[in-house]
């Protein structure tokens, strides 16, 4: 971390210059339209079953992914999004259903052959089928004695729960310039490659969908950290989770991590043991997160002990967080400076990195020894980080097991990253699973 990380593995990531033009990078956590991500490398492994796990009931183009939203409802847009952009302090849910590419013919064989290619004669975009809002939940309403539609909808969710293969319950949490349909997009894809197998649910918060509202963006994330907060413990007291694990990109991980820091304040008599059990937050990742560095820091102090583990990705050739650096003043937690910390914020995170329970991993070491990451949604882009996903969030394993080494930099940061032969120990890894 910190450090020049490919420097200390004597490699020499590529510095650009930093011209105003690249503004045009400063909202892109996604594109208009979500195709379906690259397989990640796990599924292209001849040892691995893939979608041979995938329930029956499930092998069709509809990818059926949960979504709460603090989103106003408007008129249907032409992705098919019911909500607007405006923010609110109540929570909507409910079931949407996303289909895989345009053609309503494909069969399920046909698609699996296809999500697994290399190279995608033609993308296969992801669209909105329909989307079914069952309750609603506002902000300070009692959370043990439950209405009785909130009631029957925890009741559907443990259903869909015990049905699962996977017994987690993931929450995702976009970036800046999303809409809701790009929300439920980039979620049913994590969905559809974790063999139809893992729950999903997208957090929706309010962005408003262009790069030109950034600021505005900015605002929205912080406020929607109480709905995210309120979400989560809905879940804990209601959900039959085993886990809820959380992921958040980018600006999604300024909602994340002030979502954590609110819950550990709406606890602040517990203990951080007592909070694990009772929260069952599992996996947290960060992914290229567009948070103050010095700011993720202190709210990482307040809430890691009622957590399971908490990993981030950095990538200090990520141009979006170049950015955003130059914008907000302040480096960036996916593209940190630690000149920025004082000397007690830098000893806890050398401390926290050396844990099992806080890893830091360098994604530029995902690419080839010559290519340049300047890639921003490599969480999913990449197929080597994003098989790292799956098998941290599906399988709760530890970096070493996941097939990453590890080295301590100048400064004493302990940074996992991808070594040469990864394909080899990441397919070593599998095995190991399956034994």
């Known amino acids: 971390m910190f450090d020049r990380l490919a420097t200390n593995r004597k490699m020499s990531p590529t510095r650009w210059a930093f011209p105003i033009i690249v503004l045009a990078f400063a909202g892109a956590c996604s594109p208009i339209t979500v195709n379906l991500m690259p397989a990640p490398e796990a599924f292209r492994l001849e040892q691995v079953e893939g979608f041979k796990g995938t329930p029956e ?21 032409k992705d098919g999004s019911p909500y607007g952009n405006n923010y609110d302090d109540t929570l909507r849910m409910g079931v949407a259903r996303m ?32 989307v079914n809002e069952s309750v609603s939940l506002g902000h300070g309403q009692d959370l043990e004695a439950l209405p009785k539609d909130l009631a029957a909808a925890m009741a559907t969710l443990n259903e869909i729960m015990g049905s699962s293969r996977d017994p987690d319950l993931m929450i995702f949490v976009h970036g800046a310039r999303n809409t809701f349909y790009r929300a439920l997009g980039q979620a ?36 929607s950290a109480r709905q995210l907060a309120d979400l989560v413990e809905l879940l804990a007291r209601h959900s039959t989770a085993r886990k809820i694990n959380i992921l958040g990109y980018s600006l999604g991980g300024v909602v994340v991590s002030n979502a954590l ?46 957590v399971g583990r908490v990993s981030m990705t ?27 910390l004082n000397s007690e914020e830098t000893n806890f995170l050398v401390e926290a990195s050396a844990t099992e329970n806080f890893d830091v991993i360098d994604a530029v070491s995902a690419v080839s020894f010559f290519d340049a990451l300047e890639a921003h949604d490599y969480w999913y882009n990449n ?7 799956l098998m941290k969030m599906i399988f709760h394993l530890g970096p070493v097991d996941r097939g990453l080494q590890s080295i301590v930099t100048e400064r004493g940061f302990t940074v996992w990253y991808f070594p040469d032969d990864y394909q080899q120990r990441v397919s070593a890894a599998i095995d190991a699973l399956k034994r």
């Open 57 to 77: 009931v499930e092998r069709s183009l509809i990818v059926p992914v949960l979504y709460a939203t603090n989103r106003v409802p408007g008129k249907t847009s």
């Open 99 to 130: 289909q895989i590419g345009d053609d309503p013919s494909l069969e399920w064989e046909a698609l699996t052959k296809l999500s697994v290619e290399v190279e995608r004669e033609h993308d296969l975009p992801l669209r909105i089928v329909d």
């Open 188 to 223: 049913s894809q994590y969905r559809h490659f974790t063999g139809r197998n893992t729950v999903v649910l997208a957090f929706a918060w309010p962005s408003m969908g262009t790069l030109w509202r950034y600021g505005s963006d900015v605002k929205r994330a912080r406020q």
């Open 261 to 306: 820091a609110l819950l550990r304040e709406d606890h602040a008599n517990d203990t951080g043991e007592a909070l694990l059990g009772r929260l069952r937050i599992g996996e947290v990742y960060y992914a290229a997160a567009d948070i103050d560095t010095a700011e993720f820091t202190q709210q990482l102090k307040a809430y890691h002990d009622m």
């Open 314 to 340: 950095v990538n200090l050739n990520d141009k979006v967080l170049k950015m955003s650096q130059f914008r907000n003043r302040s480096s960036r937690i996916g593209r940190p400076d630690p000149d920025e």
């Open 383 to 389: 197929p080597r980080v994003s098989t790292d996903v």
